[in-house]
Structure formats: structure tokens, C-alpha cells
């Protein structure tokens, strides 16, 4: 049987939009021009949309302004009917730094976010153990922090992430600290994770071959101001596995990106 086809050949503008940032600005106190200037971005429902550009072109900022952990300057954050303009349950952040809380069981960290929102705490870690379930880290669910390597420590992560079952689930280079084969398993993982209900993910990364492997669509910031400066659809069959990374498609895609923010990252070795 032939793989299905990409949801980003299927994808259409008129698509519900999860997500969408229009005409927004941001000047961080002390700066005299804008970390990002008129930026406009729709993320599609159901979608897993990569973020990708040079140092200086706002990619945390996007992701943080999305969440609501911060406001702009201009313009307006939506998601759905709601105005964004603090962090919500509808919304997931996975930082690149795990953040767990060393005294917590692993089992107790997933379930730390339900008990905030008021979960008994039977019926949160009842929840937090589904989840570890999922990534592969049940067995797990009564150590600590410091018990696990880098890449568990990241499940740990992204199973409470996904405790408060966000609609959007925002992703700050969750795997960069991790060594290849590590990040290469991860990514997989999070396919398949993905792949069982298809949460909206907007997930930014500097490595160009992950964006590609994850992404139905790249969007390429340009830096100072951050802009969007192309969208690169991802046309490759799902599911995907990591034989595919070395097919001549999938190379030229990330050729492609490489092209795209070549003479910014040039640019910045000269500064």
C-alpha cells in the first residue's frame, strides 16, 4: 500500500486556522529597532509547521508571543475566537531546557501541571502514567530527574506539555541539546505521537533536515526585524521514517532552506 499522501498536499487557504499572527511588532525595553516588524503567520489546524532562520530573526520571540508569554507592540494573536494576550491551557510550551523539578518523581512532574489546574492528584498521575505510556517511559515513573539521560528527560518534557491536552502545542528546539542519535530517535517518536491525534505544532529548530523530516510546512524567518520570508511546503509522504532523509527529494528540500538563509548566516560569521 502507497504511503498517504502529505497533509500539506491537501493543504488549502481555507483550512481553520489554529493560530495566526497578523501584522504583529515587538521592540524588546532598550532596543531601538524591533526583534520582529509586521509579521504575519497562519498555522493551519492539525498541522506540524517548522520555524527555521539566522539568529535575529525572532524565532523564540514568535513562539513566546504565541503562548502569550509575551504582548506586542502592533498587531493582533488569535487563536481561534480568542485574543491572545496571556498564556493558556490551550497552548503547550516545550523549552529546549527540560525545567523539571528535581524533588518530583518523574510521574509527579507530568502530573504537576493537572494538580495547578485543580486535578485530584490520584486522577493526575492517573493521567500523567498514560502519558508516560506513550513515551515510552512508564517504567520510569518513579525516579528522578537526575536519574535520566538528556533524551528521557525530554519525553518527561513534551508528556507534560501534552498533560493539559493543548490544541497548540509550541515547541523551542526541545531536541537541540541532544546528540544525533538521540535527536534522531526523538524525532521519530514525535511523529508517531503526533501522528494519534494530530495536535496543531509549531516547532522552531536550527537544524534544517529536522524541520524538513517533522514539517508539513517551513516558514523562513529573515533576521532584523524578523520577518516571514518564504513558506516552504514539505510535499513527503507520511509516514515517515529515517531512510527518507537520505532520498534526493528530501535532500533537495533541505538544500532548498539552506539557500534560503545562506547569505544571514554568512552575514552574522562577519559580524
Known amino acids: 500500500m502507497s ?17 495566526r499572527l497578523a501584522g504583529v511588532s515587538l ?57 491572545i494576550v496571556k498564556p493558556s491551557t490551550s497552548r503547550g510550551f516545550v523549552f529546549q531546557s527540560d ?21 485530584a492528584r490520584a486522577a493526575a498521575r492517573t493521567k500523567a502514567m498514560e502519558l508516560l505510556e506513550l513515551t515510552g517511559l512508564a517504567a520510569s515513573a518513579n525516579q528522578y530527574p537526575a536519574q535520566l539521560s538528556g533524551g528521557m528527560r525530554q519525553r518527561v518534557n513534551l508528556a507534560r506539555a501534552l498533560a493539559i491536552d493543548p490544541e497548540v502545542l509550541l515547541m523551542d528546539e526541545p531536541f537541540a541539546a541532544l546528540d544525533a542519535q538521540t535527536r534522531e530517535v526523538l524525532q521519530t517518536e514525535l511523529l508517531t505521537i503526533w501522528a494519534r491525534d494530530r495536535k496543531t505544532v509549531l516547532f522552531v529548530t ?16 529573515q533576521p532584523n526585524p524578523g520577518r516571514v520570508r518564504e513558506i516552504v511546503p514539505i510535499a513527503l509522504p507520511r509516514p515517515r521514517a529515517l531512510e527518507i532523509k537520505r532520498t534526493a527529494e528530501f535532500n533537495g528540500l533541505v538544500d532548498r532552506l539552506w539557500h534560503l538563509i545562506k547569505s544571514d548566516v554568512l552575514a552574522e560569521q562577519l559580524i
Open 3 to 19: 504511503p498517504s499522501p502529505s497533509p500539506a498536499d491537501r493543504a488549502d487557504p481555507a483550512d481553520p486556522v489554529a493560530l
Open 206 to 221: 536550527h537544524q534544517l533536515d529536522e524541520a524538513v523530516f517533522l514539517a508539513d510546512r517551513v516558514v523562513v524567518l
Open 27 to 83: 521592540t524588546f525595553p532598550g532596543r531601538d529597532e524591533p526583534v520582529v516588524d509586521g509579521l504575519d503567520l497562519d498555522v493551519r489546524t492539525g498541522e506540524f509547521l517548522a520555524v527555521i532562520g539566522p539568529s535575529g530573526s525572532g524565532k523564540t520571540t514568535l513562539l513566546r508571543l504565541a503562548h502569550g508569554l509575551l504582548r506586542p507592540d502592533r498587531g493582533l494573536i488569535t487563536a481561534g475566537a480568542e485574543h
Open 99 to 119: 525545567c523539571l523539578l528535581p524533588w518530583r518523581r518523574i510521574v509527579d512532574n507530568v502530573a504537576f501541571p493537572l494538580e495547578l489546574a485543580g486535578a
